[in-house]
C-alpha cells in the first residue's frame, strides 16, 4: 500500500516536461523580439541613410543652382559695365543740393566759423569789460609783476623765521622806498640845472636857427619866421582853450590826480596780500572751479606764475642794463641830468620796445639841446649800441631762455596792448602772451601724457634675452632706494 504524500513518476515527468516546454516557449519568444528589434533598427538605419543620401543630393543640388546664378549674375554685371563704357555719358540736369548733399568741407568750415566767431565776440565783451575797469584792473597787474618780482625776497624772509606778512610788508615797503628816493633823486637833479637847461635851450635855438639859414636847407628868415609864428599860434590856442574854463582842467587835473592815487593805493595793497596770502588766495579760486578741471587748473596757474615770474626777473635785468649803459655813455659826453636819464630808461623799459625808444630820444634831445648836434648824434650812436646790445644779447638770452617767446610774438602783442589799451596795455600784453604760452605749452605735454602712456602700455614688449647655459654671471641690479632706509 503506498503513501498518499508520493507523487507518482509519471506526473513528475509531465511536470518536469511542461516546465521546459515552457522556457523553450519564453526562449523562441525572446529570440522573436530580438530579431524583430534587429530588423526595425536595420530598417531605421537604411532609412536614415536614404534621407542623408537625398539631403546631399538636395544640398548639391543647391549649391550647383547657386553657383549658376552668381555666374550669371556675374555675366550681366559685365556685360551692363561694358554697355556703360561703351556708350557716352548721358548729360543730366542739376538736381537741388540738399542738406545731406553739403560738402564735408563746406560744413566743417561752417563749424569752425561760427565757433570762431562766438570766442571773438566772447574776447571782446571781455576786453571792454577790462577796459571799463581799467583803474582796478591795471593796479592789479601791476600789483601782480611786482609781486612776481619781490616773491623770492619773502620766501626767503620767511625761510629764516620771520612771519609772512611781517616779510610781505617789509618787502613792499623797501619797494615802496626805492621807487620814491629814485624818482626823488632824478626830480631835484632836474630841479637843479633846469635854469641852465633852459638858457642852453635858447641858445640851442639860435644855433638850429643859423644852421638852418646857412645850411644844407638855405632856408630864408620869413619861413623860419612863418614856422616859429605857427608854433606860437598853435601854443597860444592851446592855452586859451585851457584857460577859457579852468575849472573843467582842474576838475580833470583832480580826477586824474585822484585815479593816480587809487591806483597807487590799489598796488600797495595788492601787492602786500599777493606776497603775504597768495597761496590762500589761489586756492580759494581754484575752488571756484569744476571739480574736474581744479587739478589742471591749478597746475596751470603755477606754471603761469613761474613764467610771470622769470619775465620779471628778466625784464629788471635787462631794463638795469639798458639804464647802467646810456648813462655810462651820457656820463661821458658830459651830458646833463645822467640820474635822470638812467631813472627815466629803467622804468620805461618795462614796456618792451618802445618804452627804451622813447627813453633813448629824450637823451638825444637832452643832448642836442645842451651840447650841440654832434653830441646829440653821438648820443644816438650809443643809445643804438646798447639798445642792439640788448636786442640781440639779452633779450634772447633771458627772455628766449626764460620765457620762451619768439621776438614776432613780442612785437604782435605790444602792438596789439597798444590798440587796445595804450602803455598800460603794452605794459601788460608781453607778460600775458608768456603766461599763456607756458599755460598751451603745459596743457598740451599733459594731454599727450596720458596717450603716450596707453600707447607704451599697448606695445608689444620683446621677449627678455636667453640666459647663458651656465646661468647669470653677474646678479641682478637691486631696486631703486634699496639698502637705504
Not at 537625398?54 to 556675374?74: D, G, I, K, T, Y
Not at 542739376?94 to 562766438?118: C, H, I, M, N
Not at 575849472?247 to 596780500?273: H, K, N
Request: aromatic letters at 8%.
Amino acid at each position: 500500500m503506498t503513501d498518499q504524500g508520493d507523487v507518482p513518476g509519471g506526473e513528475k515527468r509531465t511536470a518536469k516536461d511542461g516546465f521546459e516546454r515552457m522556457k523553450g516557449a519564453f526562449r523562441r519568444s525572446r529570440e522573436t523580439r530580438e530579431a524583430h528589434r534587429f530588423a526595425q533598427e536595420e530598417a531605421d538605419a537604411r532609412e536614415s541613410a536614404e534621407v542623408a543620401k537625398e539631403a546631399a543630393a538636395e544640398a548639391r543640388e543647391s549649391a550647383e543652382n547657386f553657383a549658376l546664378r552668381l555666374v550669371n549674375q556675374f555675366e550681366r554685371l559685365r556685360e551692363e559695365r561694358q554697355e556703360q563704357l561703351a556708350a557716352p555719358e548721358p548729360v543730366t540736369a542739376p538736381k537741388a543740393v540738399s542738406r545731406t548733399d553739403v560738402p564735408y568741407g563746406v560744413e566743417l568750415s561752417a563749424q569752425w566759423a561760427w565757433r570762431f566767431l562766438v570766442i571773438v565776440a566772447a574776447g571782446y565783451l571781455i576786453v571792454r569789460a577790462l577796459g571799463f575797469l581799467s583803474i582796478v584792473v591795471v593796479p592789479v597787474v601791476i600789483a601782480l609783476l611786482i609781486a612776481a618780482l619781490v616773491s623770492p625776497v619773502v620766501n626767503g624772509l620767511a625761510r629764516i623765521g620771520l612771519k609772512r606778512s611781517i616779510s610781505a610788508l617789509f618787502v613792499v615797503l623797501g619797494v615802496l622806498v626805492a621807487v620814491i628816493a629814485m624818482l626823488s633823486f632824478a626830480g631835484t637833479q632836474v630841479a637843479n640845472g633846469f635854469n641852465d637847461l633852459a638858457g642852453q635851450t635858447v641858445k640851442a635855438l639860435d644855433e638850429i636857427r643859423d644852421w638852418l639859414i646857412n645850411g644844407p636847407f638855405n632856408a630864408s628868415e620869413t619861413q623860419i619866421d612863418t614856422w616859429l609864428n605857427t608854433v606860437q599860434t598853435t601854443l597860444e590856442e592851446w592855452a586859451a582853450a585851457y584857460a577859457s574854463n579852468p575849472f573843467s582842467r582842474v576838475s580833470e587835473v583832480g580826477g586824474v590826480a585822484l585815479d593816480v592815487f587809487a591806483g597807487l593805493f590799489i598796488v600797495l595793497f595788492s601787492t602786500y596780500f599777493f606776497c603775504a596770502e597768495g597761496e590762500r588766495i589761489w586756492g580759494w579760486l581754484v575752488r571756484l572751479a569744476p571739480r574736474a578741471a581744479r587739478s589742471r587748473m591749478d597746475s596751470s596757474g603755477r606754471v603761469a606764475w613761474v613764467s610771470l615770474t622769470q619775465f620779471t626777473r628778466a625784464t629788471v635785468i635787462v631794463a638795469a642794463v639798458d639804464a647802467v649803459g646810456i648813462m655810462i655813455i651820457a656820463t661821458a659826453l658830459q651830458v646833463p641830468f645822467v640820474a635822470a636819464i638812467g631813472v627815466l630808461v629803467f622804468l620805461s623799459s618795462f614796456v618792451p620796445l618802445i618804452g627804451a625808444t622813447v627813453a633813448g630820444a629824450v637823451a638825444v634831445l637832452v643832448a642836442l639841446v645842451s651840447q650841440g648836434p654832434v653830441t646829440a648824434l653821438l648820443m644816438l650812436g650809443g643809445v643804438i649800441l646798447v639798445q642792439q646790445l640788448e636786442a640781440h644779447g639779452l633779450q634772447p638770452f633771458l627772455l628766449g631762455r626764460w620765457v620762451r617767446v619768439h621776438p614776432l610774438g613780442v612785437i604782435l602783442a605790444v602792438a596789439t596792448g597798444i590798440v587796445l589799451g595804450g602803455v598800460a596795455g603794452a605794459l601788460v600784453a608781453v607778460p600775458l602772451v608768456a603766461a599763456l604760452n607756458a599755460v598751451a605749452n603745459h596743457l598740451t605735454a599733459t594731454a599727450t601724457a596720458p596717450a603716450q602712456a596707453l600707447a607704451q602700455a599697448q606695445a608689444p614688449t620683446s621677449p627678455p634675452p636667453p640666459l647663458p647655459a651656465n646661468g647669470p654671471t653677474s646678479p641682478p641690479p637691486a631696486s631703486p632706494g634699496a639698502g637705504s632706509v
